[in-house]
């Protein structure tokens, strides 16, 4: 069932994406600067945007809470799929045949790390201990990252503002699994007594700002693959970190599920490559 949401997540995602894309190119040349703003908010496909990617928040704190980090978060690089697939039917735009050589592929490796991998196990709540080691080291990478970026060339820059916002990304997405949580046990009102309501409120605004960072300081090619692969990476460190999961994978299994995750993200890099234009100007997700 949790994949089933986080499949719903991610095609809402892309469904975003498209549509925002699409009107926002449609707007009069002669509509500039913040009144490209006033004049989206009045268009009904730019709103139905806003309501598929609050749509997408929802699908992805359903699956986290039902399912596991190690399993959710990769199933979100369909998202570009999904985009890839929008475009060609709704847009009837032409697709190059690398870009759904590149889209199997990445189903495929999807598919056999989370069949082969089968992560196990886990609890709801980590302890404090866990959570203080986790935030400071991915609070301390992504302040390094940020660092990094702030100088050299727009490779470099794009680059290292993307993994930082990888990292972002995954860490919200171990808040929005706490908060699930938190509402389940508590309720609304009890869940607003804890910290992680407001942790996915700081690492969303971060995760953004980042996001754009990494679009506007270099090529689309270098910052995309780097986020969508270091999201789910980082999300399994942290679900065996905080979440007690595990692999039951031991031998040639956990070699193949390697190997499976690394051929996604080839996929994925060569999707950013020979996808079409809708990908040169993608929304900021709304939560990863």
Known sequence: MS??????AAFSNSFNVVSQHVASIRSPPAV???AVGFYLIRQPLWLLGVVAMVA??????????????????PVLVTELVFTLVLFRVWLRGAVKAGAWLSASVTCAGLGVFLLVSEPQGGHPQPTE?????AILTMAGLTVG??????????IRRAGFYAAGSGIVWATMATFIKSTTDDLSAHGLVGMLDHGSIYAVVVTGIAGAVLTQAALHSGPLSISQPLMVTIDPL????????????????????LVV??????????????????????????????SR
Not at 129 to 133: D, E, F, T
Request: some cysteine; glycine content about 10%.
């Open 32 to 34: 500039k600067g913040l």
């Open 234 to 253: 980082a999300s399994i460190v942290l679900g065996v970190w905080l979440f007690g999961e595990h692999f039951t994978g031991r031998g040639i299994r």
């Open 145 to 154: 990252c940020v660092m990094l970026a702030s100088g050299g060339s727009p």
């Open 129 to 133: 201990g866990a959570w203080l080691s």
């Open 56 to 73: 997408a928040f929802v699908f992805q704190a359903i699956a986290l809470y039902k399912g596991k980090l190690s399993v959710v978060q």
């Open 257 to 286: 599920a390697v190997l499976a995750f690394a051929v996604m993200a080839a996929g994925v890099v060569f999707m950013t490559r020979t996808s079409p234009e809708v990908f040169e100007a993608p929304a900021p997700p709304a």
């Open 3 to 8: 994949v089933v949401f986080a499949l719903a």
